[in-house]
Structure formats: structure tokens, C-alpha cells
């Protein structure tokens, strides 16, 4: 039988083990996905003494049917097209660009509230690893591994708790590396898979980020 993840701390804390190859090395970057990749992302930083920041990328979804993503967007411009759910769906155009529009208004005002108008790190040569709380169709993930692919980082690692296998395997291909603790088959969804899946702040998101910086500053200062 397959055990749960009480929440997305402990899902973080196991994660974690699966990447202490990338523990205590100056070129790692954590990257989490908001909001509910954060608390996992933030445990994977302190275990693996990394550095933690968010990347932001919002879903868009179907109109009336909110949860089935077409797409995604992320931080710096990336944009990710399903086009054989827009086809289905027989979403036009102008639906499509309103769709975006109105996730374009979220994305900026998540990057203001969270990294306060401050600009990402140069990750041009780093090895980054980009965490979510699990993947479902990978249309988020997908477009921030696109986002980031601009930027240059010597190596992308999509690390998740939870996915369906053969989107794992999608995502072997699609960055360096991908390390998730389940794959299951039926997958039913991400939050299927914890006994605590509540939704995740603005607030919580920023606390991940105060505590981290604080470790961060702390190190610095004794080093």
C-alpha cells in the first residue's frame, strides 16, 4: 500500500534525500513554484543548505473548466500552449489572449508581493532545482522550465513528491534531470496523495522566503 505525505513539509524533508548529491555546492539554486510548491521547495533548501527562491508561473485554464490547463506562463515572458486542448475545447483566439491577459495581471502582482519589485538572481551557469508539490498535466512546470532554458543555467532539475509516470518521463527529457519520490498510476490528482492538502498564503509563501533569507544571512555571517 502506498503511504501518504502528511503535508508538503514532510513531502519536502523525503524529497530532499533523493537530492543530496546537490548538497552543500555554491553553484545550487532551489527555485519554488507558488504557493504550493513553496513549503516543499523551502525544506528541500534548508536539507541541501541552498539558497531558496520563487519562480512564478500560473496555469491557464479552460474557461468553465478552470482546473484542465491549456497552458501556462511564467516569470520572464514564457508561454506554453496545449494545442490539442484548445483545439478540443475550440477556444478562440481572443478567449485565449483574455485568458492570458487576466493571469498576466496574477503573475505580476505575485512577483511584486513576493520578491517586492527585486530582481531574479543571475542563473546563468547554476544548477537549478525547480520544485512544485507534485504535477498533475505538467503545463506549469513546463513553461518554467522554458522560462528558465532562457536564462542559461548550466542544469535544470525538476524535482516533485508526486506525478503520473509517464509525465516523469516527459520531464527527463524536457530538463536535465527529474527526481520524484511517487510515480503512480492511476494518479487522481495531486492533492490525492497527502492527508493535508490546504491551500497555501501569499503570507506563507513570503514566510518560506524571510526564513530562508535569514538562514542565508546567518551563514554568510559566520562564514
Do not use: H
Not at 541541501?48 to 482546473?67: H, I, Q, S, T
Not at 517586492?116 to 525547480?130: F, Q, S, T, Y
Not at 506525478?163 to 520524484?180: G, S, T
Amino acid at each position: 500500500m502506498i503511504s501518504l505525505f502528511q503535508d508538503r513539509r514532510e513531502a519536502g524533508q523525503v524529497l530532499a534525500e533523493k537530492l543530496q548529491p546537490y548538497a552543500n555546492r555554491a553553484d545550487v539554486m532551489v527555485l519554488g513554484l507558488p504557493r504550493g510548491g513553496m513549503p516543499v521547495a523551502f525544506e528541500i533548501a534548508q536539507t541541501l543548505n541552498a539558497p531558496l527562491e520563487v519562480f512564478v508561473v500560473r496555469k491557464l485554464g479552460v474557461p468553465d473548466y478552470e482546473e484542465l490547463a491549456m497552458g501556462a506562463i511564467a516569470s520572464g515572458g514564457a508561454r506554453v500552449i496545449n494545442q490539442d486542448i484548445v483545439a478540443e475545447f475550440a477556444i478562440s483566439s481572443a478567449e485565449l489572449e483574455s485568458v492570458i491577459a487576466r493571469e498576466q495581471i496574477e503573475l505580476e502582482r505575485r512577483e511584486q508581493l513576493y520578491r517586492n519589485a527585486e530582481a531574479m538572481p543571475d542563473l546563468k551557469g547554476r544548477v537549478v532545482i525547480l520544485v512544485d508539490d507534485g504535477l498533475a498535466t505538467g503545463a506549469t512546470m513546463r513553461a518554467a522550465v522554458a522560462a528558465l532554458r532562457a536564462q542559461q543555467p548550466a542544469q535544470i532539475i525538476v524535482a516533485v513528491p508526486v506525478a503520473p509516470p509517464d509525465v516523469c518521463q516527459l520531464f527527463q527529457r524536457l530538463a536535465d534531470e527529474c527526481v520524484c519520490t511517487l510515480t503512480i498510476e492511476p494518479f487522481d490528482g495531486v492533492g490525492r496523495w497527502y492527508r493535508d492538502f490546504s491551500q497555501i498564503t501569499d503570507e506563507e509563501v513570503r514566510e518560506c522566503l524571510r526564513r530562508a533569507a535569514r538562514k542565508s544571512t546567518g551563514i554568510a555571517a559566520k562564514s
